[in-house]
């Protein structure tokens, strides 16, 4: 068996690359973070031909310019000894943006494939793209690909395994001539066209060839001093710092954006020689962006098409919800008969029975509404529409004092707040990336929809839907306002960058990436309920079943009345004076699902998701005075309190500050707290 191959997956965001990465690596992946550093890592293994390769996907990124997290995480990776080939996944139906990550990789010096993705787009526009010119005038392998098709996945690993040894293989041709730009002629005491694939006007490469100089007389050891001189001579921070050198004439100034032009002119050759046919057909992308991106329809298309989600969420996922709520029926019953037929004492069904039981089962039931909300954002991801919501709240997010960047965290927090609030971590400026963490857990994430589905229906059965969708809308709009308030604040502090992003050309979505993608949400989904809820199920039924007195059949008597009597005074003037809803609140804090699974605990039903159990539930309720406003409110403070622990947990490492993470939650309780009480008592008018 040969040595462990391992390869670097690099490209611009959105060009298809994690597709390709699942294409090798299907579910046999492992998620982790960077060792120092909170930024996803993914890892896959597999084997082809004797041959063991270690697949590594790195973060999205549109350059090798350490602005943010992700930009210093992959270029500080392809530049260790960890990673043998670079494969550089572009998207070719847009080459040109692409080409520009693509000198960059090539000029490290590591051995670089271009995989061509998306070919069966540029064959559709009525494109072509020469495939043998490409390879002459990069130096490199250039392998056409479809990651969503599976097509030339073989021949792509089969030129890593051998490009490893042979870098140099493939002769460089420009065919400068005198029609070209200027800047690629040259009359340089050096012949560098026959050896770089990269050659700059005769100025720069003066002063390439003196800072080369002068780099090998003082850092003997240093490896590819070409790209070192160039990053000097851009003024690189973390190269000046490692490896300064004493030349005042020649690093007068920052050449970084002439280094920048002369990139380009050299890609619109490329561009001009290997692509034909660019303008035959125009890209249907183009029109639905016209429609998609427009500066006043763009949001209102946004939300009507997450109200569908929603709509689909409710109606599907309903439907299927039945089916668990019958098997859960089922379970309980036959488990509290079973225990019974063998006598087992009855604190300990109870346990089983009422606590474990209907505390895990009852948020399982929510299992097929998770299912749909997932898999209807994977779509919208993966299909390339999500990047066009940000970039149509690029507008509304600077009036923030925010980049539209920050929109991407509040999108994700659709699902869930955890990877949301690591998505953070792409702004450029600590100020924006706090302001976002702050904002980012106001957006409903999936684990409040079983709150939404379980109360709405109750409460509002003939427009649960509509109820649901707008504690949804709610969340946006006190996240935007929130950022204004913090903006005027802050009104002497210009905003400081403009969202940069590609729009990708809209596709139909891979089924085996959303596959993936819903898998691995459900499973965390899964994994909650066997460990954070199955706990939190436990310990909610010794607050209510044990007391100062010990075990107790009488509620009133329990730890669990006594602390929610003691905090009731809070949250009466929101509507929410009742001890068993404070008690679910509290418990909430540890997942928003334990909200509802709590609910169950407390009133005793087994089944809550049931129509018996809803029913039951309501009457309860009903009983204590608990409606349709007070119900409403609940929703609203579950949607604005305090994170889940794990959001908790996610913020503090993000900051690495208890002192931040403890604001947060304080902020949070506190937003939640006047929201609902302005809610509950504009109720109050109408009732």
């Known amino acids: 068996m040969a040595q462990e191959l391992s390869i670097g997956f690099v490209g611009n965001p959105n060009c298809g690359k994690t597709t390709l990465f699942n294409a090798y690596t299907g579910a046999n992946l492992k998620v982790a973070n960077w060792p120092g550093v909170t930024v996803e890592k993914k890892e896959g293994r597999f084997q082809f031909h004797d041959q063991e390769y270690k697949l590594v996907d790195l973060p999205g990124t549109y350059s090798l310019t350490s602005y943010t997290m992700e930009e210093q995480v992959t270029r500080q990776y392809i530049m260790s000894d960890d990673v043998d080939v670079i494969i550089d996944v572009a998207d070719a139906s847009a080459l040109g943006r692409n080409l520009y990550l693509t000198l960059q990789l090539i000029e490290l010096g590591k051995p670089v494939i271009l995989a061509l993705n998306m070919m069966d787009i540029v064959e559709k526009r009525g494109m072509e793209i020469d495939t043998h010119r490409l390879p002459e005038m990069l130096g490199i392998p250039v392998i056409p690909v479809s990651a969503r098709r ?8 089969h030129a ?23 800047t690629l002629q040259t009359k340089h005491r050096h012949h560098h066209h026959a050896e770089y694939t990269m050659v700059y006007s005769d100025e720069l490469e003066d002063k390439i060839d003196l800072v080369i100089d002068a780099l090998k007389k003082r850092y003997p050891d240093l490896n590819n001093y070409r790209w070192h001189a160039l990053k000097l001579l851009e003024r690189d921070k973390e190269i000046m710092e490692r490896y300064p050198v004493d030349l005042p004439d020649v690093l007068d100034r920052s050449y970084e954006k002439d280094i920048i032009n002369q990139k380009y002119d050299f890609i619109d050759e490329i561009i001009q020689e290997v692509l034909v046919n660019k303008e035959k057909k125009a890209a249907l992308t183009d029109k639905a962006d016209r429609l998609l991106t427009h500066n006043v329809l763009g949001l209102p298309i946004f939300l009507v098409i997450m109200a569908l989600v929603f709509f689909l969420t409710f109606t599907i996922g309903d439907w299927l919800k039945g089916y668990f709520e019958t098997g859960l029926e089922i379970l309980s019953g036959g488990a509290r008969s079973g225990l019974e037929a063998i006598h087992v004492a009855p604190p300990l069904i109870s346990l089983l029975v009422d606590g474990i039981i209907a505390g895990v089962g009852g948020i399982l039931t929510f299992l097929p509404n998770i299912f749909i909300l997932f898999l209807a954002l994977a779509f919208l991801e993966d299909s ?6 940000a970039y149509v709240m690029d507008s509304i997010m600077g009036r923030l004092g925010l980049s539209g960047r920050s929109f991407i965290p509040m999108v994700l927090g659709f699902g869930c707040t955890v990877p949301a609030i690591m998505a953070s971590r792409a702004l450029e400026s600590k100020r924006d990336r706090y302001k976002t963490m702050l904002i980012t857990p106001f957006m409903s994430c999936s684990a409040r929809l079983p709150i939404y589905v ?3 229906q109750m409460f509002f059965p003939e427009n649960a839907m509509l109820v649901a969708f707008s504690l949804y809308v709610l969340g946006l709009v006190v996240a935007v306002l929130i950022a204004f308030l913090l903006h005027l604040a802050d009104r002497k502090r210009e905003r400081e960058d403009q969202l940069l992003i590609e729009l990708p050309e809209f596709k139909a979505p891979s089924a085996h990436t959303i596959a993936i993608y819903v898998w691995e949400k459900v499973k965390d989904y899964l994994t909650k309920a066997g460990t954070i809820i199955f706990l939190a199920s436990i310990i909610m039924w010794f607050l209510l079943n044990f007391g100062p007195s010990g075990y107790s059949t009488d509620m009133a008597d329990t730890f669990g009345s006594i602390l929610g009597k003691w905090i009731v005074p809070f949250f009466a003037p929101i509507g929410l004076g009742y001890w068993q809803i ?4 509290i418990a909430g804090i540890s997942a928003k699902e334990v909200v509802v699974s709590s609910c169950a605990v407390l009133f005793g039903i087994s089944s809550v998701t049931s129509d018996a159990g809803m029913a039951a539930l309501s009457g309860s309720l009903g009983a204590l005075g608990f409606g349709a406003l007070n119900a409403y409110a609940l929703m609203t403070f579950s949607l604005l309190y305090v994170p889940c622990a794990a959001t908790l947990a996610t913020i503090k490492k993000e900051t690495g500050s208890w002192g931040w993470t403890g604001l947060v939650a304080v902020f949070q309780i506190a937003v939640a707290w006047l929201v609902t009480f302005a809610v509950y008592h504009i109720g109050l008018l109408f009732a």
């Open 384 to 389: 390339g529409y999500m990047a066009r919501v």
């Open 160 to 182: 890593a395994a051998h490009h490893k040894e042979h870098r140099h293989d493939i002769p460089l041709i420009h065919h400068h001539g005198e029609d070209e730009p200027q």
């Open 454 to 456: 379980l109360f709405s």
């Open 150 to 157: 599976k097509t030339g996945l073989d021949i792509l690993m």
């Open 582 to 585: 404070v008690v679910a609140l």
